[in-house]
């Protein structure tokens, strides 16, 4: 942190910034240049840069570290790779999740998957625990969705992919799901990020949407200041003026996150758009802008879908996708197993 002095700044106002600094666990440093005086705080403690802006004398607080260290590169320069029944995502490789908004039906779920595993899918996506905005709409069929999600995946040879919205529900999810998914609308539930950073399990971490990148990263930073550092970040689009698109998806996320943080990310263009006809192009786009991964709905019959039939794709509309964007990935230097 650099504590910028007014021109005409007494010693004593200097004095009291220093001391400040000091009280605060920072060593100071004091360069006078020609017309201004810099004071540097050194050191690695957080610290709130509105406490020495409003000290008299000074006239700006310039804040030099970023408050994320886990997630950054400069704690870790390669990429974290999370690998799950064979797919991996990170690095040179991009990954697909794929299956139902919700789980309504054993038979919904396993018409979907037997489709899927065509395409080569080995990452079964499906909500049993619905977070809706409006208390009256589908909510998910709970516990029981889990159980069918485990034993269609089962038959499949997939994993699991489910969204979990509370702590209550960790030690029934360790049952049935291979990676926890906490959505948008949780990104800041700070008691679950941090229970779910002393699990062992993958995480899909989806970024709120008004959240910032830095947000969305320190929503990870208390996941793996837990200790588990499997955290696939998710851009699923954020909220703008535009109506048109459910929401706007902010592919520019993907470059500037890539170049922050070592951790995977991946798109999800179904809540993004929430249009159906939107996704192919936009995963294309996804995957082309070097995301680590995909995260699609697709429904067995997505006309009478409980829940975003919309932006469901039909199976045929998935495989296609899969195909083309396999050829899409080696341009970018990717690989998709
Ligand atoms: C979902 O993936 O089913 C979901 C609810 O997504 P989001 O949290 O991005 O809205
Ligand atoms: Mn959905």
Not at 191 to 217: A, D, F, W
């Amino acid at each position: 942190m650099l504590v910028v002095m007014n021109a005409n700044a007494t010693e004593q106002e200097i004095a009291k910034v220093v001391q400040s600094i000091e009280a605060k666990g920072f060593e100071a440093r004091i360069s006078k240049g020609e017309i201004k005086t810099v004071i540097s705080a050194i050191g690695s403690k957080q610290t709130d840069k509105r406490d020495f802006e409003l000290l008299p004398g000074v006239t700006e607080v310039i804040q030099l570290t970023t408050n994320y260290k886990l997630t950054t590169r400069s704690f870790q320069s390669t990429d974290t790779i999370v690998e799950v029944n064979g797919i991996k995502f990170g690095d040179k490789y991009a990954g697909l999740i794929a299956g139902p908004c919700a789980v309504e039906t054993y038979e919904q779920v396993d018409s979907t998957a037997e489709a899927l595993e065509k395409s080569n899918v080995k990452i079964l996506r499906g909500g049993a625990f619905k977070p809706r905005t409006s208390p009256y709409a589908f909510q998910g069929i709970g516990e029981d969705g889990l159980k069918i999600l485990r034993s269609v995946a089962d038959n499949h040879k997939m994993a699991v992919a489910s969204e979990i919205i509370d702590i209550s529900q960790i030690e029934m999810f360790e049952k049935y799901v291979d990676i926890f998914q906490v959505g948008a609308r949780n990104m800041q539930n700070f008691n679950l990020l941090k229970c779910l950073g002393t699990t062992h399990k993958p995480i899909i971490l989806k970024r709120g949407m008004s959240s910032t990148y830095e947000e969305l990263l320190m929503s990870a930073e208390y996941i793996m200041a837990g200790g588990n550092s499997q955290i696939i970040l998710c851009e699923r689009g954020i909220r703008t003026f535009e109506t048109y698109t459910r929401n706007t998806l902010d592919l520019a996320a993907i470059p500037v996150i890539k170049k922050i943080s070592h951790l995977p990310i991946i798109v999800d263009p179904s809540h993004g758009t929430g249009l159906r006809d939107k996704v192919e192009p936009m995963s294309k786009a996804a995957i082309a802008c070097g995301c680590d991964g995909l995260i699609i709905e697709v429904h067995s019959n997505p006309d009478c879908a409980l829940c975003d039939g919309a932006q469901s794709l039909y199976p045929e509309q998935y495989h296609k996708l899969y195909t083309d964007i396999k050829s899409i990935a080696p341009i970018i230097g990717k690989e998709i197993l």
